[in-house]
């Protein structure tokens, strides 16, 4: 007769990453070089209407069109970036102009 183990069975089957992050109670990770995720924000190059250096922010489409200001990431001017969205949803893109 084998004599009973007080260790946990050993998992056979691998889990995958969602698995594991409920098992854990962990956030979902980002992984570089995959496709955008859900809840993330894109980034989008802009090119700075008072300086004319292009640098990269993050955009949240996921409550539609948007306009706010921001200060550029090289000069420090306040830029009004506006981003719209067509019928169905999908970003048009992003532009930058003098506050």
């Given at each position: 007769m084998?004599?009973?183990s007080s260790l946990p069975a050993i998992l056979t089957v691998p889990?995958?990453?969602e698995e594991i992050d409920a098992l854990y109670g962990l956030?979902?990770?980002f992984e570089p070089g995959a496709e955008s995720s859900p809840g993330l924000a894109p980034f989008v190059t802009v090119?700075?209407?008072y300086c004319g250096e292009s640098f990269e922010?993050?955009?949240d489409w996921s409550a539609g069109s948007?306009?706010?200001?921001?200060?550029?990431?090289?000069?420090?001017?306040?830029?009004?970036?506006?981003?719209?969205i067509d019928?169905?949803?999908?970003?048009?893109g992003v532009t930058a102009a003098r506050s």
């Amino acid at each position: 007769m084998k004599p009973k183990s007080s260790l946990p069975a050993i998992l056979t089957v691998p889990l995958d990453a969602e698995e594991i992050d409920a098992l854990y109670g962990l956030e979902p990770a980002f992984e570089p070089g995959a496709e955008s995720s859900p809840g993330l924000a894109p980034f989008v190059t802009v090119q700075c209407p008072y300086c004319g250096e292009s640098f990269e922010t993050a955009v949240d489409w996921s409550a539609g069109s948007f306009r706010y200001i921001e200060d550029c990431h090289v000069c420090c001017q306040p830029i009004e970036l506006a981003g719209d969205i067509d019928d169905e949803g999908a970003p048009l893109g992003v532009t930058a102009a003098r506050s």
